[in-house]
Structure formats: structure tokens, C-alpha cells
């Protein structure tokens, strides 16, 4: 009994964290899944896929509803992350996972790192990159495309590369947050169908699971129109920022010691 209610707390805390800075807590879902729970691989990662569905989409509308998803670039950076989604996951069990985990625990940290400077050289407004120039399509094309490969390698939402490939393009804090749950609900229901056949969906977990994820997606998102949303200058935020930053550092630090 006491397992099942760290379920729920934690699918509540993940779906605040999910509206709140854009990730898709893929990797925590995984982990409780198989720790607490003794479910195998395959079936905690298409549970955990089952379960972020539903929670980035109640994200991503509520964020469309304050004007903080960028369609544009989240479409290109979607039809490529599904695309290598599909690729990662054809590939996942032919590649050791020693390799594969430093090499994601490489790239998180050095889009991080790049994600950092583009914070510290600030542009003078913010700007749609994507439809301004034809090095911003390909750009966004190759964020969503390694985005879409991490999630087919290691069985998460991949939205770590997403968010700093959204910083990196210039997006303000609550685009990258509401572009990347967005992109991150395309992207799970893609790497969901894809592994269908690699792992069965553990219906009661999935279902406890995003439930208290919603509930907490929709208490965040309460929370962030009365704190954040109610400012209607600025869609930048620092707090936000170091955040995210600090989040996608530990995870890639994680996976180069996994």
C-alpha cells in the first residue's frame, strides 16, 4: 500500500514539474517503476510513455492558453524527434549501454553548456528564429532529431535536448517551457507506439501514475498563472532558468556515471 502512495506523490511532484519546467520525468517514472515495483525494463519505459502522454498535453494547453507555445518551431522540432525516436528505438538494444550512456550524458552536458552561454549573451528582443531564416529550420531540425533520439535509446521523453535546443534558438523561458510539453506529448504518444511491441503497458500503474500527474499539471498550472503568467512583461524568468539548467547538468552527469 505504501508503494502505491509514493506513486501517486510522486506522479503529482512530476506533473507540477512537467507544466512547471517543461520536462517529462521519464527517467524518475522508470525508476520507481523498476525499483519499487519490480517491473521489467520494457514495461516500466511504455508505462512511463503512457503516462507523460496525457500529462504533456494537459501541460501544453495550458500553456497555448497564455501564448507560450511557439506551433512553429514545435512542429519542426516534433516531426523530427518523432522521426528519431523511431530510429533510437530500432537501435536501443544493439548498442551496449555503457556506450550509449555516457555518449547522452556528453551531449546533455555540452547543449547545456551551450544553453548557458546563450543565456549569458542575451538577445536585444526575443524572435521567431525558425521563420526568419533557413539556418534556424535546420537547426530546430537537428534539436528534434537528437531529442527524439534519446528518447528511442533510453526510453524517456528526450526533452532535455529539446529545452536547450529551444534556449539555444532564442526562445524566451516560458516558449522553451510550453514548446518543449508540447513537443514532449507528440513525442511520447510516437515513442509509445513504437515500443508497444517491446513492452506491454502496466495498465494500473499507468493509470494511478497519470492521474496524479494531471492533478499535478493542473495545480501547476494554477500556480504558474497567479505567480508567472499574471505578468504579462516578460516571459523571461531566472528562477525558471537556473532551474532547468541545474536539471538537465544533473541529468547528464547521471547518465555519464549510470
Same mark, same amino acid.
Given at each position: 500500500?505504501?508503494? =502505491?502512495?509514493?506513486?501517486?506523490?510522486?506522479?503529482?511532484?512530476?506533473?507540477?514539474?512537467?507544466?512547471?519546467?517543461?520536462?517529462?520525468?521519464?527517467?524518475? %517514472?522508470?525508476?520507481?517503476?523498476?525499483?519499487?515495483?519490480?517491473?521489467?525494463?520494457?514495461?516500466?519505459?511504455?508505462?512511463?510513455?503512457?503516462?507523460?502522454?496525457?500529462?504533456?498535453?494537459?501541460?501544453?494547453?495550458?500553456?497555448?492558453?497564455?501564448?507560450?507555445?511557439? %506551433?512553429?518551431?514545435?512542429?519542426?522540432?516534433?516531426?523530427?524527434?518523432?522521426?528519431?525516436?523511431?530510429?533510437?528505438?530500432?537501435?536501443?538494444?544493439?548498442?551496449?549501454?555503457?556506450? %550509449?550512456?555516457?555518449?547522452?550524458?556528453?551531449?546533455?552536458?555540452?547543449?547545456?553548456?551551450?544553453?548557458?552561454?546563450?543565456?549569458?549573451?542575451?538577445?536585444? &528582443?526575443?524572435?521567431?528564429?525558425?521563420?526568419?531564416?533557413?539556418?534556424? =529550420?535546420?537547426?530546430?531540425?537537428? =534539436? /528534434?532529431?537528437?531529442? !527524439?533520439?534519446?528518447?528511442?535509446?533510453?526510453?524517456?521523453? /528526450?526533452?532535455?535536448?529539446?529545452?536547450?535546443?529551444?534556449?539555444?534558438?532564442?526562445?524566451?523561458?516560458?516558449?522553451?517551457?510550453?514548446?518543449?510539453?508540447? *513537443?514532449?506529448?507528440?513525442?511520447?504518444?510516437?515513442?509509445?507506439?513504437?515500443?508497444? /511491441?517491446?513492452?506491454?503497458?502496466?495498465?494500473?500503474?499507468?493509470?494511478?501514475?497519470?492521474?496524479?500527474?494531471?492533478?499535478?499539471?493542473?495545480?501547476?498550472?494554477?500556480?504558474?498563472? &497567479?505567480?508567472?503568467?499574471?505578468?504579462? !512583461?516578460?516571459?523571461?524568468? &531566472?528562477?525558471?532558468?537556473?532551474?532547468? *539548467?541545474?536539471?538537465?547538468?544533473?541529468?547528464?552527469?547521471?547518465?555519464?556515471?549510470?
Amino acid at each position: 500500500m505504501l508503494k =502505491f502512495f509514493i506513486l501517486i506523490i510522486v506522479g503529482f511532484f512530476m506533473g507540477m514539474m512537467t507544466v512547471a519546467f517543461g520536462g517529462g520525468a521519464g527517467s524518475v %517514472y522508470v525508476s520507481i517503476l523498476t525499483i519499487f515495483f519490480n517491473v521489467s525494463p520494457a514495461i516500466a519505459t511504455s508505462t512511463s510513455l503512457a503516462t507523460m502522454f496525457p500529462t504533456a498535453a494537459v501541460s501544453a494547453f495550458s500553456h497555448a492558453k497564455n501564448s507560450n507555445v511557439n %506551433y512553429k518551431m514545435g512542429w519542426i522540432m516534433l516531426a523530427w524527434g518523432a522521426l528519431g525516436s523511431i530510429i533510437g528505438s530500432l537501435f536501443s538494444g544493439k548498442i551496449p549501454a555503457d556506450s %550509449y550512456n555516457k555518449l547522452i550524458g556528453i551531449v546533455i552536458i555540452l547543449l547545456t553548456v551551450m544553453m548557458i552561454i546563450r543565456k549569458l549573451v542575451p538577445t536585444k &528582443k526575443e524572435k521567431d528564429v525558425v521563420s526568419k531564416n533557413k539556418k534556424g =529550420f535546420v537547426q530546430a531540425s537537428i =534539436f /528534434g532529431l537528437i531529442g !527524439g533520439l534519446l528518447s528511442g535509446l533510453v526510453g524517456t521523453s /528526450g526533452t532535455t535536448a529539446i529545452i536547450a535546443g529551444l534556449t539555444i534558438l532564442g526562445c524566451s523561458t516560458m516558449q522553451v517551457v510550453g514548446t518543449s510539453v508540447f *513537443i514532449l506529448a507528440g513525442i511520447s504518444l510516437v515513442g509509445l507506439a513504437v515500443r508497444a /511491441g517491446v513492452g506491454t503497458v502496466d495498465c494500473q500503474l499507468a493509470v494511478l501514475l497519470a492521474i496524479s500527474a494531471i492533478v499535478g499539471a493542473l495545480v501547476g498550472s494554477f500556480v504558474l498563472s &497567479k505567480v508567472i503568467f499574471k505578468n504579462k !512583461g516578460s516571459k523571461n524568468n &531566472k528562477s525558471i532558468d537556473l532551474i532547468i *539548467i541545474i536539471g538537465n547538468l544533473a541529468m547528464g552527469i547521471a547518465q555519464l556515471f549510470k
